[in-house]
């Protein structure tokens, strides 16, 4: 089953031997950024979910940082 | 850069009629300086003090802080400069007189949740540095109009401000013994031992918010580039603390002040090496931030001609990246590197130690497994909140037993793992 790790610290993600990667924005909200206005912080939440979307189903062949 | 420090032995500590030092007996007039701590801020509901003593059956908690008295007896600045207007002299330099074998040690309702515990005797004495120094403990309260980060910036005030004005008591007091440090301009250090192997010291510093943060200069060290200090800087207050939390492996202000792996490296400067100085750098919340930092130190480095560097890191679990990547990029640019580290490997001892790693990081030094579980008996006193047990790091619901004991993870323990080496837990060879 394919599993999509949404990460701070990516080179953990990578030590840790995660296949599919997705970036997130900091360690204390990795999914969210307090301070942006609500509008622009929804559509950076909507882009991570999406991107994170788009990994889950992308045909991969070694470790990959979307 | 030259300090001279001024070792004044303290032998008894004790509340009395006036606040004074003589032959080696520190005595607290405890209305008076009550009365000065609660004029710090208008928003200081309580303050109360007392003093524990090494063998004691007390238990101080939750600990925020723990501040060694000192004072600039010659020479500029202020011990923990940079906080006050006018006091942004550099320090490091002239003679520093340390009132040794006495502490200061903070206390009160938790700011967020996890600050750590001193036993003075019992198992849990073995287990931190403070149940050996006499300590003249702080329990402080705020008002309802303080949010946790008010409460924090008030109580790491009190700490510090107490610290120093006890800390005066030694200006003319005459010292039991007095050791020189001394770190050239790094033209002239690097000349002066040319065949000496150059050794420089990475010191990293938790920055991660509130209870996570540490003050360089009165500078929250998340906001800085990693920059160059003098080791002797350190001595007079130049890192101040402003986390404990997982209180077993943070660094409270008198850890940085005897900072152990810049006293240890002079020990040999000159003889085995040439102890060049010191790269402070910090441990942010984003990986920009992180690649940033780690790269900035690896540049300095090179930039002062270092051959090898031990890096201590502060925290556990994402700061392990900060670690490895200063590691891995320290040694990619021909500078060996050794690290200082703890363990969160469980409490049987069989999970990952760290949260990252890199082949590079062959030389490291453990300080202990943080999650290695204690049963601490009660004490006949409390000072402080002991209903914290369950909620603080290394506790759990249920930490706290109708008796009074506490059942935790040493991780509850102010410096069981200090990754300085400031205790004394290590792993040894078999």
């Known amino acids: 089953m394919p599993v999509v790790h949404i990460a701070t610290v990516v080179p953990i993600s990578l030590t840790v031997g995660a296949n599919r990667i997705v970036p997130a924005v900091a360690i204390p909200h990795p999914l969210g950024n307090p301070k942006m206005d609500p509008a622009e912080e929804k559509a950076l939440r909507r882009s991570l979910v999406e991107k994170a979307l788009t990994a889950l189903t992308t045909e991969i062949e070694d470790q990959t940082v979307f | ?430």
């Open chain 2, 1 to 430: 850069m030259k300090l001279e420090i001024g070792n004044i032995h303290v032998k008894e500590l004790a509340f009395g009629e006036n606040t004074a030092l003589s032959s080696g007996r520190v005595q607290i007039n405890r209305e008076e300086l009550a009365g000065w701590i609660r004029e710090l801020d208008h928003r200081i509901a309580e303050v109360k003090l007392d003093i524990a003593l090494p063998g004691e059956s007390t238990r101080i908690m939750p600990v925020k802080d723990v501040i060694e008295a000192r004072c600039k007896a010659e020479g500029k600045g202020f011990m923990f400069p940079g906080r006050n207007p006018g006091d942004e002299a550099m320090v490091g330099e002239g003679r520093t007189h340390v009132l040794k074998g006495m502490a200061i040690v903070t206390t009160g309702k938790v700011v967020g949740f996890q600050e750590g515990i001193i036993d003075m005797s019992g198992p849990g004495a073995e287990y931190t540095p403070f149940s050996k120094t006499q300590n003249l403990v702080i329990t402080c309260e705020v008002d309802d109009t303080c949010n946790q980060y008010d409460h924090e910036a008030i109580l790491r005030r009190v700490g510090i401000e107490t610290a120093n004005r006890i800390g005066q008591l030694a200006m003319t007091a005459t010292a039991d013994e007095t050791r020189t440090y001394e770190t050239k301009p790094l033209i002239q250090q690097a000349a002066e031992y040319p065949n000496l192997p150059k050794v420089g010291y990475v010191y990293m510093l938790q920055s991660q918010g509130l209870m996570h943060d540490t003050y360089l200069y009165g500078v929250d060290v998340k906001t800085i580039l990693p920059t160059l200090l003098y080791p002797t800087e350190v001595m007079d207050g130049a890192i101040m603390s402003g986390n404990c939390v997982s209180a077993c492996d943070k660094n409270p202000s008198i850890v940085h002040q005897n900072s152990p792996v810049i006293h240890e490296l002079y020990e040999n400067h000159g003889i085995k090496y040439n102890f060049m100085g010191v790269i402070i750098t910090n441990e942010n919340v984003t990986l920009a931030d992180k690649e940033r930092s780690s790269n900035y130190v690896a540049k300095l480095a090179v930039q002062m001609g270092l051959d090898a560097v031990i890096i201590s890191e502060e925290g556990f679990g994402n700061p392990d990246a900060d670690l490895v990547m200063n590691c891995r990029k320290l040694e990619e640019a021909g500078i060996k590197t050794v690290l200082l580290t703890d363990e969160y490997a469980g409490q049987n001892g069989e999970s990952q130690s760290l949260a990252d790693s890199t082949p590079k990081g062959d030389a490291v030094i453990t300080n202990g497994n943080a999650n290695q579980v204690i049963h601490l008996p009660a004490m006949q006193r409390l000072i402080g909140h002991d209903t914290y047990a369950d909620m603080i790091a290394g506790g759990w619901d249920g930490s706290l037993q109708a008796d009074g004991s506490i059942t935790a993870e040493i991780q509850v323990i102010t410096g069981a793992t200090n990754e300085l080496g400031y205790h004394n837990l290590c792993a040894m060879a078999g």
